[in-house]
């Protein structure tokens, strides 16, 4: 597949040699996190640097979003590589020297890193342009609440600047650091979300009879709800049902007129996203009617699953081993049940969503979690790459 890649820019060592800005870069964002659909400041710098190195840049996408482009050679073949850079409203605990400054949000997810790494790599391709073709930089706001990749493609991006296919990574603490998880078909879980108010009768906590308890109805209904995954779903697919909210009641002794919760249902298949769709509610509404309350219920449609498609991930795979050796692509990497919204690029065009280690640590979305500096490099390496062999080899 990549017999053709004759003339590269030799990014490893290149990159490796010239990624102290970068780190004090991520540092900075680190200390300066925005929350999703503010993030300004963020923007800005992205769009300074890539102008400063050439690119056509166009802001103000979807929000806050950014593409930057850049042409070299006669090539028609154009590559899209995504990186997101919003925060997380998490109050950051790991007493680090570039600990967030802002109170209450935090990079807890590594998009600091992301926006790091895909700016090396943009910096490198500019420099050596040691490709035939056009890359396209996406730099995509508001992911951690689902909204920013829709809002670009609502926008146009990949009318405006068309892509032969697009690619994105996170980083995964837990994992091996530097090792790849790069799969074909579904990587990461659909996402729905279901808000329950459970509608009782309230009065004095001296005299149930005369109420409907809408807290022991609740928790009769959280307690049936996991029947759902373990009697419902083929137990050869995965789901995850999980109530990560829920609020009643003010006093001790007084019975609330209503709890409110707030469920999320992941799924891999159109089939048991369907399926959870359907059964959630049944339960909370059968549950609830059994004691004498009432469930409202609404599901909110999130987005579907991040499926890769079967080139774009063989390409991937093959650019990683390529780069790193054997041992690079973790043999038996599983898809993971978060989600993500850059499945909703990977409906619009073919290609994937990939993952590399961290090391050990604080998971995503802790207020431990540190990103692993050592990635940067051999990441942003990866993306030159990439964006070389695809615009270059032949590489379909
Ligand atoms: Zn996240
Ligand atoms: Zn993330």
């Keep these: 597949m990549l017999d053709r890649l004759t003339h590269t820019s030799d990014p490893e060592a290149a990159i490796a040699e010239g990624i102290a800005p970068f780190l004090a870069l991520r540092r900075d964002l680190h200390r300066n996190p925005e929350l999703s659909g503010s993030e300004r400041r963020t923007a800005g710098i992205i769009a300074g640097l890539l102008r400063d190195w050439g690119y056509e840049v166009t802001t103000g996408i979807g929000g806050h979003g950014v593409v930057g482009r850049l042409s070299a050679g006669e090539g028609t073949r154009s590559i899209g590589l995504r990186a997101d850079f919003d925060a997380l409203p998490i109050e950051e605990a790991t007493g680090l020297d570039h600990a967030s400054q802002v109170p209450g949000v935090m990079h807890a997810c590594g998009h600091d890193g992301h926006t790091a790494i895909l700016l090396a790599a943009a910096h490198h391709l500019a420099k050596t342009r040691a490709f035939d073709g056009t890359v396209v930089l996406i730099f995509q706001p508001a992911e951690e609440i689902g909204a920013g990749a829709k809002a670009m493609i609502a926008e146009g991006i990949f009318t405006r600047f068309p892509v032969d296919a697009v690619f994105a990574l996170h980083n995964w603490p837990g994992v091996a650091e530097g090792r790849w998880g790069i799969l074909p078909g579904p990587v990461m879980a659909a996402i729905d979300q279901v808000n329950l108010t459970l509608r009782g009768k309230g009065g004095h906590g001296a005299a149930p009879q005369e109420t409907v308890d809408p807290i022991v109805a609740a928790a009769h209904a959280i307690a049936a709800l996991q029947s759902v995954v373990a009697r419902n779903v083929d137990p050869q697919e995965t789901a995850v049902v999980t109530v990560g909210s829920i609020h009643g009641g003010s006093a001790s002794n007084v019975i609330p007129e209503t709890v ?68 690079a692509v973790i043999a038996d990497f599983r898809p993971r049940t978060a989600s993500e919204d850059f499945a909703w690029m990977l409906e619009e065009r073919p290609g994937a969503y990939l993952f590399i280690g961290t090391g050990p640590g604080a998971p995503l979305h802790s207020p431990e979690y540190r990103f692993n500096d050592a990635i940067l490099a051999p990441a942003a390496a990866f993306w030159v790459r990439l964006a070389e062999t695809f615009l270059t080899g032949d590489a379909r």
């Design 260 to 327: 409110e919760a707030r469920l999320t249902l992941r799924s891999f298949t159109p089939a048991t996203r369907a399926l959870l769709a359907e059964r959630v509610p049944a339960i909370l509404r059968g549950v609830a009617e059994g004691f004498g309350a009432r469930a409202e219920i609404t599901v909110k449609p999130g987005f579907p699953p991040v499926v890769n498609h079967a080139g774009p991930a063989a390409l991937a795979r093959e650019v990683a081993l390529r780069l790193f050796g054997a041992e």
